[in-house]
Nanobody, 126 residues
Framework: EVQLVESGGGLVQAGGSLRLSCAASGFTFDDYAIGWFRQAPGKGREAVSC????????YYTDSVKGRFTISSDNANNTVYLQMNNLKPEDTAVYYCAAEIDNGYLQLGVGASYGYWGQGTQVTVSS
C-alpha cells in the first residue's frame, strides 16, 4: 500500500523558514516522482515543486524559485521541501504526491499523480 506522510508544517512569520518532509512507503522510491502541491482557501491546487528519481529533473513554480529547494533522500524514502523567505501568500495546505516515472511524467501537473498524502498546514503571518 502506497503511503505518503507529510510533516513539518506550522505557523511562521514572513521571512521565516520551514522544511516539509514527505515520508514515502509501499513502492520502489527510485522509480517514482514526488511532487509538492498546495491549496489555499478558495483557490485551486497549485504545483509548487517536484522531483523525479529517474533523471533527477526538477520543477518549481515561478513564485517559489530562489526561495524553495526540493531534495530527495533515497536511502530514507523521503523528499524534503526547504522553504525560505516565506511570504503570507505561501499560506496553504501542502500536499505530497507520487507517481511512477519513466522520464515522461509531467512533473508540474497534478493530474499526473495518482497517490496523495493528507497534507500539512503552512501558515505565514505578516
Amino acid at each position: 500500500e502506497v503511503q505518503l506522510v507529510e510533516s513539518g508544517g506550522g505557523l511562521v512569520q514572513a521571512g521565516g523558514s520551514l522544511r516539509l518532509s514527505c515520508a514515502a512507503s509501499g513502492f520502489t522510491f527510485d522509480d517514482y516522482a514526488i511532487g509538492w502541491f498546495r491549496q489555499a482557501p478558495g483557490k485551486g491546487r497549485e504545483a509548487v515543486s517536484c522531483i523525479a528519481s529517474y533523471d533527477h529533473r526538477t520543477y518549481y513554480t515561478d513564485s517559489v524559485k530562489g526561495r524553495f529547494t526540493i531534495s530527495s533522500d533515497n536511502a530514507n524514502n523521503t523528499v524534503y521541501l526547504q522553504m525560505n523567505n516565506l511570504k503570507p501568500e505561501d499560506t496553504a495546505v501542502y500536499y505530497c504526491a507520487a507517481e511512477i516515472d519513466n522520464g515522461y511524467l509531467q512533473l508540474g501537473v497534478g493530474a499526473s499523480y495518482g497517490y496523495w498524502g493528507q497534507g500539512t498546514q503552512v501558515t505565514v503571518s505578516s
